[in-house]
C-alpha cells in the first residue's frame, strides 16, 4: 500500500490519495478503507473532540491487480499540523466479499496506452489547477467486452512519490482503440511524464458469487 497528502490551495481542501494492491488469488470486492490523518507525534488529528476520519471503497480488485481510493478533508478538519496518514481496512463498514475471479464478470486486462496530459492551467478561474488528460484504451483479449471501468489517474513528482489520485467512471461501451478525454486536477510538482492511468474493473453486484475468504 502506498499513500500520499497535498493541500489543495485553490480549494483550501487536503488531499488524501492511496494505491492498494490485492495479493490473494481471490478478487476482493466492496473494500472500505478508512483514513486519518496524523500530526507528528504520530497522534490522530482531533475536531470538536472527535478524531478526523473519512473512508473510501474499491468496488473490485483483481488478483495480483492495483487500485486506488482517494478522499479529502476541509482546512476546519485538518490543519496544518497534518504531516502523515494511517490506512486501514475498515471491517465494521466494510462488507469485503471475496469472488472467484472467473465469476467476477471481468475476464479482459484493459490498459491505457498513449498517456497524454495536457497544459495546466494557471488561472484565476474555477478550473485553475486543471488539465486535460487522454489515454487510448486496449484490452487483452481484445474480443472480450472492456465491462465498465473506473479510470484512475496516478500523479507522482519527478522522484517518483505518490502525490494524488483521482479519476472517474467510463462505460462499458468504449471500443478498443479509442481515445478518452477528460478534466482533471494536477498537483503543481507533478511529473506529467510519469503520469499513469489504471482501468479498475467496477463490480455492479458482487454479493451474487461471494465465497468465503481463502
Request: proline share 5%.
Amino acid at each position: 500500500m502506498r499513500w500520499w497528502y497535498e493541500r489543495d490551495p485553490n480549494n483550501d481542501q487536503f488531499l488524501a490519495s492511496v494505491v492498494v494492491t490485492n495479493p490473494c488469488r481471490w478478487a476482493a470486492a466492496n473494500v472500505t478503507f478508512t483514513v486519518l490523518p496524523l500530526d507528528g507525534q504520530g497522534h490522530e488529528i482531533l475536531s470538536a473532540g472527535r478524531r478526523v476520519q473519512d473512508n473510501f471503497t474499491v468496488g473490485l480488485i483483481m488478483p495480483g491487480q492495483r487500485a486506488a481510493g482517494w478522499t479529502y478533508f476541509t482546512h476546519q478538519e485538518s490543519p496544518s499540523e497534518v504531516v502523515s496518514l494511517r490506512i486501514q481496512r475498515d471491517v465494521k463498514l466494510s462488507r469485503t466479499c471475496w469472488v472467484n475471479p472467473a465469476a467476477s464478470g471481468y475476464r479482459t486486462t484493459a490498459r491505457a496506452t498513449d498517456i497524454a496530459v495536457g497544459k495546466r492551467d494557471t488561472s484565476r478561474s474555477v478550473t485553475n489547477g486543471q488539465a486535460e488528460v487522454s489515454f487510448v484504451v486496449t484490452r487483452d483479449p481484445a474480443t472480450y467486452a472492456l465491462g465498465k471501468r473506473i479510470v484512475s489517474v496516478i500523479f507522482r513528482d519527478s522522484s517518483g512519490r505518490l502525490l494524488n489520485a483521482n479519476g472517474q467512471s467510463i462505460g462499458s461501451d468504449s471500443r478498443y482503440g479509442q481515445r478518452k478525454h477528460f478534466m482533471t486536477w494536477v498537483p503543481v510538482k507533478a511529473d506529467t511524464k510519469r503520469t499513469e492511468v489504471m482501468l479498475e474493473p467496477e463490480q455492479n453486484n458482487p454479493t451474487s458469487s461471494c465465497m468465503a475468504r481463502p
